[in-house]
């Protein structure tokens, strides 16, 4: 069974920061490419921040991290991270990760758009 999980969410201040962990299960995550996404109560889904697979080496993100935030392959064994700096209330969501269709193209660039898996999610909330 294919499965993605997030973890690493919480309470944290607002100047703080926190990383996400995407863990697979059941397939190797080098081989996909994932995005980072989030969804503030009563908001649509953002997307945030995609890697491609390991070996194309490209990620994109969005305006909705404003810079702070970063994507990468973790340390830890299938996990995609995502580290975010410089946290404000606003950026209090349940984030999810989920594999996702990368495209480029020289008109519009890259994107990356949610695909067949996707994790429960982890709550991040700002707040003093």
């Known amino acids: 069974q294919l499965q993605l999980l997030e973890s690493g969410g919480g309470l944290v201040q607002p100047g703080g920061s926190l990383t996400l962990s995407c863990t697979g299960s059941?397939?190797?995550?080098?081989?996909?490419?994932i995005g980072w996404f989030r969804q503030a109560p009563g908001r649509p889904r953002e997307m945030i921040s995609c890697?491609?697979?390991?070996?194309?080496?490209?990620?994109h993100s969005t305006d909705v991290g404003q810079g702070r935030f970063t994507i990468s392959r973790g340390t830890a064994k299938n996990t995609v991270t995502l580290q975010m700096g410089s946290l404000v209330p606003e950026d209090t969501a349940v984030y999810y990760c989920?594999?996702?269709?990368?495209?480029?193209?020289?008109?519009?660039?890259?994107?990356?758009?949610?695909?067949?898996?996707w994790g429960q999610g982890t709550q991040v909330t700002v707040s003093s």
């Open positions: 890697i491609s697979r390991r070996s194309d080496g490209i990620t």
């Open positions: 059941g397939f190797d995550l080098d081989y996909w490419a």
């Open positions: 989920a594999t996702v269709d990368m495209r480029r193209t020289l008109k519009y660039g890259t994107s990356c758009r949610g695909g067949d898996y």
